[in-house]
């Protein structure tokens, strides 16, 4: 759970501190659990939910592929801004 909140918080910094030339911008995390461990990925999902993070299983990397398609931005001129200085 301690990663968990690690991205959280870095999650929420990035919802609510709207970049200057991106804008709007929110972490999504794909996470592998344990196939016997049947409480984590609930417990992850609502800690991410209340920093809106959102977190798709590994299983669930489909759907993560169509939210992207059908709510992706062209970042086509902001490209510099991705790289580091």
């Known amino acids: 759970m301690v990663t ?3 991205y959280a918080v870095e999650g929420r910094s990035l919802y609510e501190d709207e970049d200057p030339q991106l804008g709007a911008l929110q ?3 794909v996470g592998k659990f344990l196939s016997h461990d049947q409480d984590s990925p609930g417990k992850v999902k609502r800690i991410f939910e209340d ?3 959102k977190l798709f ?3 669930e990397v489909p759907q993560l ?5 059908t709510t992706g931005k062209e970042l086509k001129d902001n490209l ?4 580091p200085e």
């Open 4 to 6: 968990a909140c690690k």
């Open 27 to 29: 972490l999504v995390v």
């Open 51 to 53: 920093y809106n993070v």
């Open 57 to 59: 299983k590994m299983s």
């Open 65 to 69: 592929i169509d939210e992207i398609r």
């Open 80 to 83: 510099d801004a991705l790289r």
